[in-house]
């Protein structure tokens, strides 16, 4: 029992069964004790059924009150009539924090005040359940902004622990008399660090004011960045204030609204009940948004909320610590990580390390879609960590952003439509082609060995999956001595380079872990030059360098320093019946280029640096036949490039995985020419050969 008393008007200590409310009518001294609870009498009372719904329904008994301002069933039907969209609104589940909002508004939590109490200038303001100060406004005769005669006469009624006002029109918190806009702009209401003017700001500049005021029928979720937060972010404000930017502000503003009133104790609930601490929302750009209450954090994506449950007339907004951005497919990996058991972690950390936006992945896929294939820590768990640390360092970026190729094809696919296709196959923007499987009768699709186990979130550009193996590309497990001699063109490939790599013994120094590229004559280009065998491990190293000189790097370099050798120039041409520029190296024409390596950069060049093409002309030759013209021998020319009736060159490495080192015997190099075979079976015939000053011959 809550007693207001004014010591200079007590004349005597009343009976403890008895409640004075001085300053009071004079008929409350003489009424009898009350009876009944606050909750109690309004319970009884038919006149408050509608209020006491609203209480029962939100579950706060009145009794928490100790003064009751409770609006009478015609004051409802007032509103109903005044408003119906908000008091039909206010009936729904999806606004019952709203209605718990109304209910508290109206419960003042001090002390026991009369109508007399309330405006004898004492006080200022009261406080109510909320947590609000109702202003008393003495000059206007006011509290809480409604006049008083909201007091009907004989509207009182003590209770046994409080007092019970009947008032003729329902008290609406200012916030609920505000749509989400005009909410915003508040600015004496907040402190500084919650000023939410720009976010305001940016929705009306992309005319978003009518979306974001609408009525809805389950309300309205907006995340809100506070001013700081766009600073301490630096956001280019400005810039998104900009006709060029328009269309790309309404998307950012879009992504920061959620259909729905996501309040903390409604979204905690759902999750209590699903038995979980997050769940998926469509943005109203139609995007995902992840939804969590893990550690007893609330959050939006990866952002925290900092100021939650900021109720307007048609929803409520959040004020978040970090701007949202419209989500690429790849953001996935890092708003999963951080907001689900999903441990992206490794997948989030290459997108970070290669800096891919999505106009990238647009850019490669010649499409605005895509989707992303990620795998997760148990996938990576089975790759080598080696590799792994390598292709984040910065200098390996580019063949970070190979590895993630094979993992994104160039157009948006569900799980549901890849398990409907299969079996088929899936182009990645690598170019990697890999089967699409099913596992069981109604189980995932697989890509190739690794099986889709989640996904179907919704991004700007496409969707985001998540697969439990790694999709391997050569420039990931394929060394530059690998990649060579794996090649299998007979004639174009490039496996005498590899087998010469062997036969000086270069093979460790070409297969380590160390970063370089290598000018790689193609097979026909050795074929076509004679050198001493002696000389076969400088040739080797003048076609190598340290470093990932990319095709970009060496067209802007001037010279270029081997391993061992010369320098060697670089130079750019025009061919002037295609108009094709072609850049040189040391003499030698790159034609194919940036074959990514596990330990480096490959470029195939179309003769070996540092050599004369100076075979002669074949000693045998088949009996000659007649023709209406003879046939005139025309001797190679000191530098030949391909003539027009040459076959395409054609490299091809596959996907198959390096082989295991060979044996002594199996390093034996064969050459295949075009008059017979020549075997290096016996080591001391080289010998002789080198000690007579002969030469190795490539026929």
């Not at 390996?396 to 190729?405: G, K, N, Q, Y």
Request: charged share 20%.
């Amino acid at each position: 029992m809550r007693i207001s008393v004014v010591p200079t008007l007590l004349l005597l200590a009343p009976p403890l069964a008895t409640v004075v409310l001085l300053g009071a009518s004079s008929t409350h001294a003489q009424d009898p004790a009350p009876t009944v609870s606050t909750a109690k009498y309004i319970e009884d009372e038919t006149k408050f059924s509608t209020f006491n719904d609203m209480l029962e329904d939100v579950g706060i008994s009145a009794s928490a009150a100790a003064t009751a301002l409770v609006p009478t069933n015609a004051a409802f039907s007032r509103l109903q009539q005044e408003d119906p969209r908000l008091f039909q609104r206010y009936t729904l589940d999806t606004y019952f924090v709203h209605r718990r909002n109304l209910v508290q508004w109206h419960l003042i939590s001090e002390e026991v005040l009369t109508v007399e109490l309330i405006f004898d200038g004492a006080r200022p303001s009261v406080t109510n359940l909320a947590g609000e100060e109702l202003v008393i406004d003495q000059l206007r005769s006011t509290i809480g902004g409604y006049p008083r005669n909201i007091f009907g006469v004989g509207s009182e009624h003590v209770t046994t622990d409080g007092i019970v006002h009947a008032i003729n029109q329902v008290l609406l918190p200012p916030e609920l008399n505000d749509q989400m806009i005009p909410r915003l702009f508040w600015k004496d209401y907040y402190p500084n660090e919650f000023k939410f003017n720009i976010m305001a700001n940016l929705a009306l500049f992309a005319g978003l004011d009518d979306e974001l005021n609408k009525m809805y029928e389950d309300g309205l979720t907006l995340l809100a960045p506070p001013n700081r937060r766009f600073n301490r972010h630096e956001i280019n404000v400005p810039n998104l204030l900009t006709e060029e930017m328009k269309d790309y502000t309404r998307d950012f503003v879009l992504c920061h609204m959620v259909p729905g009133n996501q309040f903390f104790d409604t979204v905690e609930a759902r999750h209590n009940a699903k038995k979980t601490e997050q769940d998926l929302a469509i943005t109203m750009l139609g995007t995902h948004i992840w939804i969590t209450t893990s550690f007893n954090r609330f959050r939006f994506q990866s952002s925290d909320v900092l100021l939650a449950d900021q109720m307007t007339r048609n929803g409520v907004f959040h004020g978040i610590n970090v701007p949202l951005y419209p989500p690429a497919a790849s953001d996935f990996a890092v708003f999963t990580h951080v907001s689900t058991t999903w441990n992206t972690e490794p997948c989030k950390r290459m997108f970070i390390a290669a800096r891919w936006t999505s106009e990238d992945f647009a850019r490669m896929a010649n499409s605005t879609s895509v989707t992303v294939f990620c795998p997760d820590d148990n996938a990576f768990g089975f790759f080598n960590n080696k590799i792994y640390d390598r292709l984040i360092e910065p200098i390996w970026r580019r063949h970070l952003r190979v590895f993630l190729s094979h993992h994104i094809a160039g157009y948006a696919v569900t799980r549901q439509e890849l398990y409907s296709q299969a079996p088929s196959n899936i182009t990645m923007l690598s170019g990697e082609v890999y089967d699409i499987k099913r596992k069981g009768a109604t189980g995932n699709p697989r890509i190739g060995e690794a099986e889709v186990i989640f996904g179907d979130l919704i991004a700007t550009d496409g969707y985001f999956h998540i697969i439990d193996k790694v999709l391997e590309p050569p420039s990931v497990y394929m060394s530059i001595y690998d990649r060579a001699k794996l090649s299998n063109h007979s004639y174009n490939g490039l496996t005498l380079f590899a087998t010469t790599i062997d036969f000086v013994k270069l093979t460790d120094l070409v297969d380590r872990d160390y970063p370089l590229t290598a000018f790689v004559p193609y097979n026909r280009a050795f074929r076509r030059i004679e050198y001493p065998a002696v000389e076969a491990d400088s040739i080797i190293q003048q076609h190598l360098t340290r470093g990932l000189l990319y095709i970009d790097r060496v067209a802007a370099a001037t010279n270029i320093k081997p391993l061992d050798g010369f320098e060697m120039g670089v130079d750019t041409k025009v061919d002037e019946r295609t108009n094709e520029t072609s850049i040189w190296v040391g003499g030698a024409k790159i034609i194919e280029e940036d074959i990514y390596t596990r330990n480096g950069v490959m470029h195939i060049i179309d003769r070996m640096i540092g050599r004369e093409y100076d075979t002669s002309a074949p000693t045998t030759s088949p009996a000659p036949t007649i023709t209406g013209t003879p046939t005139v021998y025309q001797p190679p020319t000191a530098m030949p490039v391909f003539l027009a009736t040459d076959p395409p060159v054609i490299i091809d490495f596959g996907t198959q995985a390096p082989q295991p080192r060979p044996s002594a015997e199996e390093k034996k190099p064969t050459w295949s020419g075009g008059v017979g075979t020549f075997t290096l079976s016996s080591w001391s015939m080289w010998i002789m050969g080198i000690a007579m000053g002969g030469a190795m011959v490539f026929l």
